[in-house]
């Protein structure tokens, strides 16, 4: 029996080039060109877990807005099905879906995201989220099994993660979060590292770090 290769995209790579049929009409990936984009799939509309992460992400849009980033969602429906989904959340529970929807049921971006996963479905994409750059490069992406819904705070907390590190040139510890401590660059010298002494750097066993950036 012959197994189906899928294909992952890289980090620090290139996002796959899309140009996709959405509720709000068409959308490549050159739209989103300038701002950040979480890409977000789910393996089908009107089911409860997706319903419940479509109403997460909703809740939470202007949150990312602030953050110059748009959202995305995905699935192998048509877009008449997302849009009647999406009505029917607005008139059951009073959350507006104000993201597109891409309706791919050619699974052509699907699958050059590698949502499509043989060992889960060879007909719905599993819940894959990736955080793309204001460059269109690929900075995140994390996979859930069906089963299970995605936390949308650690999305939050990732875009943040990663801006900050952009921004400073730092790293970032376990769950941290905005104003916590970060882990910047060992010092070059023995000077550098005695000036560090009296600019509010800490040293922690074996790395520098400095709070609120």
């Given amino acids: 029996m012959s197994e189906q290769?899928?294909?992952?995209?890289?980090?620090?790579?290139?996002?796959?080039?899309?140009?996709?049929?959405?509720?709000?009409?068409?959308?490549?990936?050159?739209?989103?060109k300038g701002k950040w984009l979480v890409l977000f799939?789910?393996?089908?509309d009107f089911t409860p877990v997706c319903t419940t992460e479509f109403m997460g992400f909703a809740t939470r849009a202007d949150q990312f807005a602030t953050l110059n980033c748009e959202l995305l969602g995905l699935s192998i429906d048509s877009v008449h099905s997302h849009i009647a989904w999406a009505r029917s959340i607005e008139e059951n529970f009073g959350v507006k879906i104000t993201f597109p929807i891409i309706a791919d049921l050619s699974m052509e971006v699907a699958k050059a995201y590698g949502m499509i996963q043989p060992g889960a479905s060879d007909t719905a994409a599993v819940r894959a989220t990736f955080i793309i750059d204001p460059?269109?490069?690929?900075?995140?992406?994390?996979?859930y099994p069906m089963s299970n819904g995605r936390s949308i705070d650690e999305f939050v907390r990732v875009l943040k993660a990663l801006q900050t590190s952009d921004e400073h040139k730092v790293a970032?510890?376990?769950?941290?979060?905005?104003?916590e401590d970060v882990i910047v660059p060992p010092p070059a010298t023995m000077a550098d590292a005695e000036v560090r002494k009296d600019q509010g750097y800490q040293y922690t066993d074996w790395y520098f770090s400095k709070k609120s950036l």
């Fill in 135 to 143: 460059d269109g490069i690929l900075r995140a992406m994390v996979y």
């Fill in 172 to 179: 970032t510890p376990e769950n941290w979060q905005p104003g």
């Fill in 41 to 44: 799939s789910h393996p089908a």
């Fill in 5 to 32: 290769n899928v294909t992952f995209p890289q980090l620090n790579k290139p996002a796959p080039a899309f140009n996709a049929k959405t509720t709000f009409g068409m959308k490549s990936l050159e739209d989103y």
